[in-house]
């Protein structure tokens, strides 16, 4: 990812089942997001955004339109929009129950959508409220998945392909030393089959997909609340990550902040 060197604004709650983000960005945001557990809703309050899937399939997004990333695609995004909403939910609290499902985007002037825009206006502050009463989030939690579901279908064609292959074997293996040819094998390409797919789809290289890949890793294991005294040091090192200084110059690049901030707003502390 892309921006502007603005820090990010981050408000975020809910639970492991749903929860919400608003955020605040200093300018344009262009990058790569992967599959990831939960699937996840956005909605622009500004501006507008280009949103690429791993098929092939490319929508232009504006303010107020509300779009699926479903969890076990990946996507390349450009947007100049300063503000925006992401709802994740579970995928178990859609009906997934083994493999994530693959969502329809609902065309731009559907009025079908209106009931979620207005169900994200009018729970927005509860889903953020730390004190919200987990019988009363329940609740809430099932009201969403139930509007979610009205809003969005699911794709009858879940087909494996090989860029997902692609993807899923960067994933596995973003903590080991791999090298394009790595990669190709591992989706049963050649390394030029390769290296055109990613660039036709996500308009990346598979190197620099794996370094945002490792760049979320780090931010994840900064911003978790479980275990003692780390240092950004062994954590970039662990992540394959040997140049420091080019590695935090990435990482705020891509959050907004430097790690060593990251890692103090987590609370955690650092040796």
Do not use: C
């Not at 064609?157 to 074997?169: K, M, N, P, T």
């Not at 080991?176 to 190709?184: G, M, R, Y």
């Not at 420091?244 to 891509?254: D, K």
Request: proline share 6%.
């Amino acid at each position: 990812m892309t921006s502007s060197d603005q820090p990010f604004d981050y408000r975020s709650g809910g639970d492991e089942h749903v929860s919400l983000r608003k955020i605040r960005t200093g300018g344009p945001q262009a990058g790569t997001i992967g599959p990831r557990p939960d699937h996840v809703v956005f909605v622009l309050a500004n501006g507008r955004a280009t949103l690429t899937a791993d098929d092939g399939s490319e929508w232009d997004v504006g303010p107020g339109r509300p779009m699926m990333l479903s969890a076990p695609v990946a996507y390349a995004f450009d947007t100049d929009a300063t503000a925006m909403t992401l709802l994740h939910v579970a995928p178990a609290m859609l009906g997934d129950a083994e493999e994530p499902s693959e969502f329809v985007q609902p065309d731009a002037a559907d009025p079908g959508v209106e009931p979620l825009l207005t169900l994200l206006r009018e729970v927005t502050d509860r889903i953020l409220d730390p004190d919200l009463d987990a019988t009363e989030r329940a609740a809430l939690n099932r009201r969403v998945a139930t509007v979610v579901l009205s809003t969005f279908t699911r794709s009858r064609s879940d087909v494996e392909h090989r860029l997902r292959r692609a993807i899923r074997f960067v994933h596995d293996h973003a903590d080991e030393d791999l090298e394009v040819a790595d990669i190709a094998a591992g989706a049963e390409l050649s390394e030029r089959g390769l290296q055109d797919l990613f660039r036709r789809r996500l308009a990346v290289t598979p190197m620099r997909y794996l370094r945002e890949v490792r760049l979320d890793r780090v931010h994840l294991e900064l911003t978790s609340r479980r275990g003692g005294v780390v240092t950004v040091r062994d954590i970039a090192r662990r992540w394959r990550f040997a140049h420091l200084g080019r590695f935090a110059a990435s990482y705020r690049q891509r959050f907004g902040e430097s790690p060593h901030q990251t890692l103090r707003r987590s609370g955690r502390s650092e040796g």
